[in-house]
């Protein structure tokens, strides 16, 4: 089941510091980033091994989410929010905002037989 982590940033007058240490639940292998996204929805997939950690760290997306047993929304607009997808999270990207960048760390290297493009059946 996903869920949204809050990553510790430290702010004052200087501006915002925001830290990922010890707070992503996997060793990352790959860190890929969206940008430049038009009308276009993103994603379509779930993996048979990957964890992944998405943060849009600059303006704003939405990730639709569905694991087979629940189907949520979430409103990615804070580089200091993360959204852990784990394997079964079957997901799509959309609704960037043009200045949107969304970065994401994966657990594993790009392997083109981790990815299910298929959605779940619904009855």
């Known amino acids: ?40 929805v993103r994603g379509g997939h779930r993996h048979v091994e990957t964890v992944q950690a998405a943060i849009c760290i600059q303006g704003s997306c939405r990730i639709f989410t569905d694991n087979n047993q629940e189907q949520k929304w979430f409103d990615l607009n804070s580089p200091s929010t993360c959204l852990l997808l784990y394997p079964e999270d079957w997901h799509t990207m959309s609704e960037f905002s043009k200045d949107a960048i969304l970065m994401v760390l994966a657990s594993t290297s790009f392997d083109a037989s981790d990815y299910i493009h298929t959605p779940y059946n619904k009855v």
Do not use: H, Q, W
Request: aromatic share 12%; glycine share 4%.
């Open 1 to 40: 089941m996903p869920e949204l982590i809050d990553l510790k940033t430290f702010t004052d007058n200087r501006g915002n510091l925001t830290v990922i240490d010890k707070c992503i639940p996997f060793p990352i292998a790959r860190i890929f980033y969206i940008y430049g996204v038009d009308d276009s």
